[in-house]
């Protein structure tokens, strides 16, 4: 469970994130939207402890994850934007690696059951930089499941994929419904309605809207949203 | 302290898979193999006119060839550390992981030190070709190698800070070769000045360090500054990656 109160982040004068509240509940998925430089990605790196905030609370699977920041992170598995991996290691040796990072009792056991479940156990041997984007994100995937984490935080892992491995990712990240909280950031409306029981809008650092990912025209209450004009009115 | 083991396991197999760490060795090694063949050359040619007493004694120390391969390639091996990281992009991955910063800076120290002693290691043979030709004083050829290593104990630490806190590894190189250069500058300041400046300069010599080292004298003055400003620059390496939470 993610519990988030009053979340405030200031990069020098300009506040990026603004009071920002909400709770991502066990088994859930929750679609974190918003244009581009709403917020998302300062949101994201708060909750996982890579930045802190200027004001308000965290708590991680009931720790608080500000005053706990390394015991919280113990609980998450993180896939940040544009997946950052050591492109010259093998894919098996950086999820030891990893494994081993996170202090995972039965590194060898959790690594064959992280690159199955982010199938990718056929790569095992190869040079994480020879592979392909779509199979980077699973090693990405792999990765933020290696520690089996009752939470996941991905921040746009579709981006840049093709039509076939975006249908496949979202497959994947389907499959965690009703295991693991998941909070999934998007601009992609579409992946919302595939995968999310539950959407967050934000808004110029703001939250502006908490509701069901089942809506008629998601994309209408998006436009509105964000512009404050429908989209067939003027 | 088991993170820091981790992290510096990492670092490590990344390095020895990199062309840098090659292009490093074989570079620092040819530096070196000249150096060497053309003090043995001098002394086997002239009687002994210098300070140093040996060929071993002026390859550590004794002459400034032994410093300029070192203010380039300190700044290049330690440039990587944690503005590699900033670079690729997986310091992201690195601190949302459960490790502390003094884990990481910690395990990135340890691994540089080893960089270090790896670097030094083939120029045991040097003492070795010396042993077959004549006679070696192994206790001063100890004592420069434990002085070469408080030496890298404080060069890496000067470019583990300069690479946690620029944003590339260029400019961490750039940083650390201008740290490093002054510092080395300052030390000259011992045959510049007179009084308690002379005093100043003499105490944070590289020069002094190591001419004090290769005559198999162990001087805990110098033991103390490496210490110290190792100490020092790996507590605001800490500090600074800390910093960057909140920046």
């Known amino acids: 469970m993610i519990e988030v109160e009053a979340l405030s982040r200031r990069y020098g004068n300009r506040l990026a994130v603004d009071d920002v509240s909400f709770i991502v509940n066990p088994g859930e998925i929750v679609g974190f939207l918003g244009p581009n430089g709403a917020g998302k990605t300062t949101t994201l790196r708060m909750l996982t402890g890579y930045l802190s905030p200027t004001s308000g609370g965290i708590r991680i699977h009931g720790i608080d994850a500000v005053a706990s920041s390394i015991r919280a992170r113990e609980q998450l598995g993180y896939m940040p934007e544009g997946v950052p991996l050591y492109r010259e290691m093998r894919v098996q040796e950086y999820l030891r690696h990893r494994a081993a990072l996170k202090k995972v009792p039965n590194v060898g056991e959790a690594v064959d059951r992280a690159l199955e479940q982010a199938g990718v156990a056929d790569s095992r041997k190869r040079i994480i930089g020879q592979l392909s984007k779509g199979y980077r994100q699973r090693v990405g995937l792999a990765e933020a499941l290696i520690a089996d984490p009752p939470i996941l935080i991905l921040d746009e892992p579709t981006s840049g994929l093709d039509p076939n491995q975006v249908r496949q990712f979202r497959q994947l990240v389907q499959g965690f419904g009703g295991k693991k909280a998941v909070l999934l950031s998007t601009h992609i409306l579409s992946e919302v309605e595939a995968v999310c029981d539950r959407l967050i809008i934000i808004h110029e650092g703001r939250k502006a809207a908490d509701l069901p990912a089942a809506q008629d025209d998601l994309e209408e209450v998006f436009v509105e949203i964000t512009t404050g004009v429908g989209k067939n009115k003027p | ?247």
């Open chain 2, 1 to 247: 302290m088991k993170s820091a083991w981790v992290v510096m396991k990492r670092e490590l197999a990344s390095f020895f898979v990199s062309p840098l760490a090659y292009v490093v060795l074989t570079s620092w090694l040819v530096w070196n193999g000249v150096v060497f063949w053309v003090l043995t050359e001098f002394y086997a040619r002239n009687a002994v006119s210098s300070g140093a007493a040996s060929p071993l004694s002026a390859f550590f120390g004794g002459s400034v060839l032994f410093f300029i391969p070192l203010l380039v390639f300190v700044p290049i091996l330690a440039m990587r550390l944690i503005a590699g990281e900033k670079q690729s992009g997986t310091i992201e991955t690195l601190m949302t992981a459960p490790v502390s910063e003094t884990s990481v800076i910690l395990g990135k120290y340890g691994a540089s030190l080893v960089m270090w002693c790896v670097l030094w290691l083939p120029t045991v043979v040097y003492a070795w070709i010396m042993s077959q030709h004549g006679s070696v004083d192994w206790g001063a050829t100890a004592s420069s190698y434990f002085g070469v290593f408080c030496l890298g104990a404080y060069f890496m630490a000067v470019g583990l800070l300069m690479s946690t806190l620029a944003s590339t590894q260029i400019i961490a190189a750039v940083l650390s070769f201008v740290a490093l250069g002054v510092l080395f500058t300052v030390g000259i300041g011992e045959f510049v000045f007179d009084g308690a400046a002379r005093e100043v300069c003499a105490y944070v010599s590289m020069w002094g360090h190591m001419q004090s080292f290769s005559k198999g004298v162990v001087d805990t003055r110098y033991l103390v500054f490496d210490l110290s400003v190792a100490v020092l620059a790996v507590g605001l390496s800490i500090g600074a990656l800390k910093a960057r939470r909140h920046g």
